[in-house]
Protein backbone atom coordinates (compact mmCIF):
# COMPACT_ATOMS: atom_id res chain seq x y z
CA UNK A 1 0.00 0.00 0.00
CA UNK A 2 1.05 3.21 -0.77
CA UNK A 3 0.40 6.93 0.46
CA UNK A 4 0.92 9.55 -2.68
CA UNK A 5 1.50 13.26 -1.94
CA UNK A 6 1.27 15.62 -4.96
CA UNK A 7 1.54 19.52 -3.87
CA UNK A 8 1.75 22.85 -5.56
CA UNK A 9 3.08 25.42 -3.72
CA UNK A 10 4.18 29.14 -4.35
CA UNK A 11 6.60 31.45 -3.30
CA UNK A 12 7.47 34.92 -3.85
CA UNK A 13 11.56 36.05 -3.67
CA UNK A 14 13.92 33.85 -2.10
CA UNK A 15 16.24 31.66 -2.29
CA UNK A 16 14.57 28.05 -0.85
CA UNK A 17 17.60 25.88 -1.91
CA UNK A 18 21.52 27.50 -2.55
CA UNK A 19 24.44 25.03 -4.31
CA UNK A 20 27.71 25.14 -3.48
CA UNK A 21 28.45 28.82 -5.15
CA UNK A 22 25.76 30.09 -3.21
CA UNK A 23 23.28 30.75 -6.13
CA UNK A 24 19.69 28.69 -6.34
CA UNK A 25 19.69 25.50 -7.09
CA UNK A 26 18.41 24.20 -10.79
CA UNK A 27 17.92 21.41 -12.97
CA UNK A 28 16.85 21.18 -16.64
CA UNK A 29 13.82 19.17 -16.82
CA UNK A 30 11.89 19.19 -20.26
CA UNK A 31 12.41 22.29 -22.23
CA UNK A 32 13.80 24.50 -19.84
CA UNK A 33 15.98 25.22 -17.14
CA UNK A 34 13.51 25.34 -13.25
CA UNK A 35 14.68 26.25 -10.01
CA UNK A 36 14.79 23.40 -7.87
CA UNK A 37 14.80 22.18 -3.60
CA UNK A 38 16.79 18.81 -3.16
CA UNK A 39 15.12 16.02 -0.80
CA UNK A 40 17.39 16.69 1.27
CA UNK A 41 16.49 20.15 1.86
CA UNK A 42 13.26 19.13 2.25
CA UNK A 43 13.33 16.09 4.47
CA UNK A 44 15.29 18.30 7.21
CA UNK A 45 13.09 20.47 7.07
CA UNK A 46 9.85 18.13 7.73
CA UNK A 47 12.06 16.60 10.10
CA UNK A 48 13.00 19.00 12.46
CA UNK A 49 9.12 20.54 12.45
CA UNK A 50 7.56 16.84 13.10
CA UNK A 51 9.93 16.21 15.74
CA UNK A 52 8.27 19.33 17.07
CA UNK A 53 4.83 18.16 16.45
CA UNK A 54 5.92 14.67 17.72
CA UNK A 55 7.67 15.34 20.93
CA UNK A 56 7.02 12.31 22.77
CA UNK A 57 8.24 9.88 20.13
CA UNK A 58 12.36 9.40 20.33
CA UNK A 59 13.83 10.43 17.76
CA UNK A 60 17.71 9.76 16.86
CA UNK A 61 21.40 11.91 16.63
CA UNK A 62 23.22 11.82 13.31
CA UNK A 63 26.09 12.74 14.89
CA UNK A 64 30.15 11.49 14.30
CA UNK A 65 30.20 11.50 18.16
CA UNK A 66 27.63 9.35 18.72
CA UNK A 67 29.50 6.87 21.23
CA UNK A 68 32.35 9.90 22.93
CA UNK A 69 29.62 12.22 23.55
CA UNK A 70 26.15 10.21 23.86
CA UNK A 71 27.13 6.72 25.10
CA UNK A 72 29.93 7.76 26.94
CA UNK A 73 28.12 10.30 29.14
CA UNK A 74 25.49 7.90 29.86
CA UNK A 75 27.94 4.90 31.28
CA UNK A 76 29.27 7.05 33.54
CA UNK A 77 26.35 8.38 34.79
CA UNK A 78 25.00 5.20 35.18
CA UNK A 79 28.35 4.26 37.26
CA UNK A 80 30.85 3.00 34.90
CA UNK A 81 34.50 4.66 36.06
CA UNK A 82 35.17 7.00 33.89
CA UNK A 83 38.67 5.84 32.81
CA UNK A 84 36.85 2.04 32.25
CA UNK A 85 34.22 3.63 30.22
CA UNK A 86 36.99 5.42 27.82
CA UNK A 87 38.59 2.43 27.27
CA UNK A 88 35.33 0.41 26.41
CA UNK A 89 34.17 2.84 23.80
CA UNK A 90 36.05 2.48 20.88
CA UNK A 91 36.06 -1.52 20.65
CA UNK A 92 32.72 -0.60 21.09
CA UNK A 93 32.43 1.67 18.34
CA UNK A 94 34.17 -0.22 16.12
CA UNK A 95 32.37 -3.61 16.82
CA UNK A 96 29.07 -1.67 15.58
CA UNK A 97 30.35 0.44 13.15
CA UNK A 98 33.15 -1.60 10.87
CA UNK A 99 35.62 0.44 9.21
CA UNK A 100 35.44 4.61 9.63
CA UNK A 101 36.21 4.22 13.34
CA UNK A 102 38.70 7.31 14.57
CA UNK A 103 41.07 7.12 17.88
CA UNK A 104 38.98 7.24 20.60
CA UNK A 105 35.58 6.45 19.34
CA UNK A 106 34.38 9.32 17.05
CA UNK A 107 33.43 8.00 13.76
CA UNK A 108 34.84 9.70 10.13
CA UNK A 109 31.37 9.96 9.14
CA UNK A 110 28.15 11.20 10.61
CA UNK A 111 25.99 8.24 11.52
CA UNK A 112 22.19 8.30 12.52
CA UNK A 113 21.25 6.30 15.91
CA UNK A 114 18.38 6.27 18.18
CA UNK A 115 18.42 7.77 21.56
CA UNK A 116 17.15 4.41 22.85
CA UNK A 117 20.36 2.68 20.99
CA UNK A 118 22.17 5.19 23.21
CA UNK A 119 20.71 3.39 26.52
CA UNK A 120 21.12 0.26 25.33
CA UNK A 121 24.75 0.71 24.71
CA UNK A 122 25.64 2.28 27.56
CA UNK A 123 23.54 -0.57 29.69
CA UNK A 124 25.89 -2.77 28.03
CA UNK A 125 29.23 -0.87 28.77
CA UNK A 126 27.70 -1.07 32.46
CA UNK A 127 27.05 -4.88 32.75
CA UNK A 128 30.47 -5.46 31.03
CA UNK A 129 32.44 -3.03 33.29
CA UNK A 130 31.28 -5.26 36.40
CA UNK A 131 33.81 -8.15 34.95
CA UNK A 132 37.38 -8.97 36.01
CA UNK A 133 38.53 -8.19 32.48
CA UNK A 134 35.56 -5.22 31.10
CA UNK A 135 37.40 -5.44 27.62
CA UNK A 136 37.36 -8.79 26.69
CA UNK A 137 34.11 -9.48 28.21
CA UNK A 138 32.65 -6.88 25.77
CA UNK A 139 34.83 -8.07 22.47
CA UNK A 140 32.95 -11.57 23.43
CA UNK A 141 29.74 -10.67 23.89
CA UNK A 142 29.80 -8.45 20.83
CA UNK A 143 30.44 -11.52 18.77
CA UNK A 144 27.62 -13.61 20.21
CA UNK A 145 24.93 -14.46 18.02
CA UNK A 146 22.48 -13.01 20.32
CA UNK A 147 24.38 -9.93 20.80
CA UNK A 148 23.87 -9.28 17.15
CA UNK A 149 20.38 -10.22 16.63
CA UNK A 150 19.72 -8.28 19.52
CA UNK A 151 21.09 -5.17 18.15
CA UNK A 152 19.55 -5.97 14.56
CA UNK A 153 16.27 -6.19 16.46
CA UNK A 154 16.50 -3.44 18.87
CA UNK A 155 17.52 -0.76 15.88
CA UNK A 156 15.17 -1.66 13.40
CA UNK A 157 12.61 -0.47 15.96
CA UNK A 158 13.98 1.90 18.15
CA UNK A 159 16.04 4.04 15.79
CA UNK A 160 13.89 6.82 16.35
CA UNK A 161 11.52 8.98 14.28
CA UNK A 162 14.15 9.91 11.42
CA UNK A 163 15.47 6.75 10.82
CA UNK A 164 11.60 4.77 11.17
CA UNK A 165 11.01 8.03 8.00
CA UNK A 166 13.55 8.33 6.12
CA UNK A 167 16.28 5.58 6.92
CA UNK A 168 19.75 4.97 8.14
CA UNK A 169 22.55 3.52 5.45
CA UNK A 170 25.66 1.86 7.53
CA UNK A 171 28.31 -0.43 6.79
CA UNK A 172 28.32 -2.55 9.35
CA UNK A 173 27.10 -6.02 9.50
CA UNK A 174 26.11 -5.67 13.57
CA UNK A 175 23.74 -2.14 13.51
CA UNK A 176 20.65 -3.02 10.99
CA UNK A 177 19.78 -0.92 8.10
CA UNK A 178 17.16 0.71 8.06
CA UNK A 179 15.33 0.97 4.57
CA UNK A 180 13.33 4.65 4.10
CA UNK A 181 9.27 3.93 3.36
CA UNK A 182 9.53 7.53 2.60
CA UNK A 183 10.37 8.69 -0.89
CA UNK A 184 10.83 12.30 -1.71
CA UNK A 185 11.20 14.01 -5.15
CA UNK A 186 13.14 17.25 -5.74
CA UNK A 187 10.71 19.92 -6.27
CA UNK A 188 10.94 22.47 -9.39
CA UNK A 189 9.36 24.89 -10.61
CA UNK A 190 6.52 24.10 -13.20
CA UNK A 191 7.86 27.14 -15.46
CA UNK A 192 11.47 28.17 -16.63
CA UNK A 193 13.66 29.50 -13.86
CA UNK A 194 13.51 33.20 -13.32
CA UNK A 195 16.02 34.75 -11.17
CA UNK A 196 17.49 37.84 -10.30
CA UNK A 197 20.83 39.19 -8.38
CA UNK A 198 19.50 41.63 -5.38
CA UNK A 199 22.34 43.85 -4.73
CA UNK A 200 22.87 44.86 -0.92
CA UNK A 201 24.83 47.54 1.40
CA UNK A 202 25.60 47.95 4.64
CA UNK A 203 26.27 50.92 6.47
CA UNK A 204 28.27 51.04 9.62
CA UNK A 205 26.52 52.86 12.21
CA UNK A 206 29.43 54.52 14.14
CA UNK A 207 31.71 55.47 11.06
CA UNK A 208 28.84 57.25 9.22
CA UNK A 209 30.98 60.66 8.94
CA UNK A 210 34.22 59.00 7.47
CA UNK A 211 32.44 56.66 4.85
CA UNK A 212 29.98 58.37 2.91
CA UNK A 213 29.32 55.12 0.92
CA UNK A 214 28.46 51.33 2.41
CA UNK A 215 30.70 49.78 4.72
CA UNK A 216 29.98 46.63 2.58
CA UNK A 217 28.17 45.03 -0.69
CA UNK A 218 27.18 41.83 -1.67
CA UNK A 219 24.83 40.21 -3.99
CA UNK A 220 22.56 37.37 -3.38
CA UNK A 221 20.34 35.56 -6.63
CA UNK A 222 16.66 35.44 -5.42
CA UNK A 223 13.90 33.95 -7.59
CA UNK A 224 10.12 33.32 -7.08
CA UNK A 225 8.18 30.16 -8.62
CA UNK A 226 5.53 27.82 -8.29
CA UNK A 227 6.71 24.41 -7.09
CA UNK A 228 5.88 20.77 -7.98
CA UNK A 229 6.23 18.89 -5.21
CA UNK A 230 5.87 14.71 -4.92
CA UNK A 231 6.52 12.34 -2.11
CA UNK A 232 5.59 8.12 -1.79
CA UNK A 233 5.30 6.60 1.25
CA UNK A 234 5.55 2.63 1.30
CA UNK A 235 2.87 2.39 4.32
CA UNK A 236 3.68 -1.56 5.89
CA UNK A 237 7.55 -0.43 5.53
CA UNK A 238 6.36 2.64 7.54
CA UNK A 239 4.84 0.70 9.95
CA UNK A 240 7.40 -2.08 10.43
CA UNK A 241 9.98 0.58 11.16
CA UNK A 242 7.75 1.95 14.03
CA UNK A 243 6.66 -1.49 15.33
CA UNK A 244 9.71 -3.45 14.87
CA UNK A 245 7.35 -5.76 12.79
CA UNK A 246 7.92 -7.64 9.84
CA UNK A 247 6.16 -5.76 6.51
CA UNK A 248 3.69 -8.64 5.83
CA UNK A 249 2.26 -8.22 9.63
CA UNK A 250 1.55 -4.35 8.87
CA UNK A 251 -2.22 -4.67 9.11
CA UNK A 252 -2.05 -6.51 12.72
CA UNK A 253 -0.01 -4.01 14.40
CA UNK A 254 -2.11 -1.06 16.34
CA UNK A 255 -3.27 2.06 14.03
CA UNK A 256 -2.71 4.82 16.52
CA UNK A 257 1.01 5.37 15.93
CA UNK A 258 1.30 5.12 12.12
CA UNK A 259 -1.88 7.42 11.42
CA UNK A 260 -0.55 9.93 13.60
CA UNK A 261 2.92 10.30 11.91
CA UNK A 262 1.18 10.10 8.56
CA UNK A 263 -1.02 13.14 9.71
CA UNK A 264 1.82 15.42 10.52
CA UNK A 265 4.52 14.45 7.39
CA UNK A 266 1.18 15.65 5.18
CA UNK A 267 0.74 18.49 7.54
CA UNK A 268 4.88 19.69 7.23
CA UNK A 269 4.43 18.61 3.74
CA UNK A 270 2.00 21.10 3.02
CA UNK A 271 3.02 23.98 6.10
CA UNK A 272 6.65 23.59 6.33
CA UNK A 273 8.93 25.89 4.06
CA UNK A 274 12.44 25.47 3.12
CA UNK A 275 14.46 28.63 2.81
CA UNK A 276 18.04 30.16 2.74
CA UNK A 277 18.09 33.92 3.81
CA UNK A 278 14.84 33.29 6.00
CA UNK A 279 15.53 36.95 7.84
CA UNK A 280 15.78 38.69 4.65
CA UNK A 281 12.81 36.77 2.40
CA UNK A 282 10.27 35.04 4.62
CA UNK A 283 9.62 32.60 2.81
CA UNK A 284 6.84 31.17 4.38
CA UNK A 285 3.73 29.53 1.89
CA UNK A 286 1.58 27.08 2.39
CA UNK A 287 0.89 24.54 -0.41
CA UNK A 288 -1.80 25.95 -2.84
CA UNK A 289 -2.72 22.58 -3.82
CA UNK A 290 -2.81 18.92 -2.04
CA UNK A 291 -3.58 15.90 -4.05
CA UNK A 292 -3.47 12.43 -2.05
CA UNK A 293 -3.82 9.01 -3.27
CA UNK A 294 -3.97 5.62 -1.69
CA UNK A 295 -4.54 1.98 -2.58
CA UNK A 296 -1.63 -1.06 -4.09
CA UNK A 297 -0.74 0.51 -7.60
CA UNK A 298 2.72 1.36 -8.20
CA UNK A 299 3.45 4.73 -7.83
CA UNK A 300 3.81 7.27 -10.63
CA UNK A 301 4.73 11.10 -10.23
CA UNK A 302 2.43 13.54 -12.20
CA UNK A 303 6.18 15.92 -13.26
CA UNK A 304 5.26 15.11 -16.49
CA UNK A 305 2.65 17.26 -16.97
CA UNK A 306 5.24 19.88 -16.63
CA UNK A 307 7.48 18.18 -18.98
CA UNK A 308 6.15 21.60 -21.06
CA UNK A 309 7.52 24.40 -18.74
CA UNK A 310 4.29 26.65 -17.98
CA UNK A 311 4.27 30.09 -19.93
CA UNK A 312 4.29 33.29 -17.65
CA UNK A 313 4.72 35.90 -19.33
CA UNK A 314 1.88 37.64 -20.78
CA UNK A 315 -0.42 34.80 -19.25
CA UNK A 316 -4.01 35.94 -18.32
CA UNK A 317 -5.06 33.35 -15.64
CA UNK A 318 -3.33 32.34 -12.52
CA UNK A 319 -0.57 30.80 -12.70
CA UNK A 320 -1.96 28.41 -10.20
CA UNK A 321 -4.74 27.76 -11.97
CA UNK A 322 -3.02 26.91 -15.09
CA UNK A 323 -0.57 24.65 -13.52
CA UNK A 324 -3.97 22.90 -11.85
CA UNK A 325 -5.73 22.56 -14.96
CA UNK A 326 -2.13 20.80 -16.46
CA UNK A 327 -2.25 18.86 -13.59
CA UNK A 328 -5.59 17.50 -14.50
CA UNK A 329 -5.36 17.00 -18.14
CA UNK A 330 -2.68 14.87 -17.34
CA UNK A 331 -4.48 12.75 -14.65
CA UNK A 332 -6.87 11.86 -16.74
CA UNK A 333 -4.68 11.11 -20.00
CA UNK A 334 -3.02 8.51 -18.00
CA UNK A 335 -6.04 7.02 -16.58
CA UNK A 336 -7.13 6.68 -19.92
CA UNK A 337 -4.01 5.12 -21.27
CA UNK A 338 -3.32 2.69 -18.02
CA UNK A 339 -6.72 3.13 -16.21
CA UNK A 340 -7.77 4.58 -12.90
CA UNK A 341 -5.89 3.18 -10.00
CA UNK A 342 -8.27 1.47 -7.35
CA UNK A 343 -8.33 3.34 -4.42
CA UNK A 344 -8.54 6.92 -3.10
CA UNK A 345 -7.71 10.38 -4.89
CA UNK A 346 -8.87 13.51 -2.90
CA UNK A 347 -7.72 16.91 -3.35
CA UNK A 348 -7.27 20.18 -1.18
CA UNK A 349 -7.08 23.56 -2.67
CA UNK A 350 -7.43 27.28 -2.56
CA UNK A 351 -8.14 27.26 -6.15
CA UNK A 352 -11.22 27.57 -8.27
CA UNK A 353 -13.28 25.99 -10.12
CA UNK A 354 -11.70 22.48 -9.80
CA UNK A 355 -11.40 20.57 -12.85
CA UNK A 356 -13.89 17.61 -13.58
CA UNK A 357 -10.99 15.05 -13.91
CA UNK A 358 -9.97 15.78 -10.14
CA UNK A 359 -11.86 15.10 -7.22
CA UNK A 360 -13.86 17.79 -5.01
CA UNK A 361 -12.47 20.39 -2.83
CA UNK A 362 -12.33 19.18 0.79
CA UNK A 363 -10.05 20.54 4.25
CA UNK A 364 -6.93 18.99 4.09
CA UNK A 365 -7.40 17.15 7.98
CA UNK A 366 -11.04 15.69 6.13
CA UNK A 367 -8.98 14.68 3.07
CA UNK A 368 -5.72 13.31 4.98
CA UNK A 369 -8.36 11.27 6.98
CA UNK A 370 -10.40 9.57 4.69
CA UNK A 371 -6.60 8.82 2.41
CA UNK A 372 -5.34 6.40 6.17
CA UNK A 373 -8.98 5.06 6.55
CA UNK A 374 -8.58 3.86 2.81
CA UNK A 375 -5.28 2.60 3.28
CA UNK A 376 -6.31 0.44 6.58
CA UNK A 377 -9.74 -0.06 5.03
Known sequence: MFLQIHTLTSYPASLLNRDDANLAKRIPFGNSIRLRVSSQCLKRHWREDMTGRLPELPDGQRTRSFFTRTVLPKAVEAGVPEKVATSLIE?????????????????????LFGLREADYFAEMLVQE???????????????????????????????????????????????????????????????????????????????RDDETGAAH?????????????????DVPLLVANL???????????????????????????????????????????WADLLLLEAGRAQPRTLANAFLEALPWKGVQQDLRLTAMDRLAAYVQRVDEMHGAPSGYRGLS?????????LPPQAPVPANAAAALDALWG
Not at 217 to 233: D, R, S, W
Open 91 to 111: PLAKAVIDGGVKEGGDLNQPV
Open 129 to 207: SRKEDPAKALAERLKTKEEKDNIKAMSKAAAGLTAALFGRMVTSDLLARVDAPVHVAHAFTVHAANTEMDYFTVVDDLN
Open 243 to 285: AGCNTKDWKQQDTTLPRRVLEALITSIVQQSPGAKKGSTAPYA
Open 349 to 357: TVLDPVPAA
Open 217 to 233: ANQTELGAGLYYGYVVV
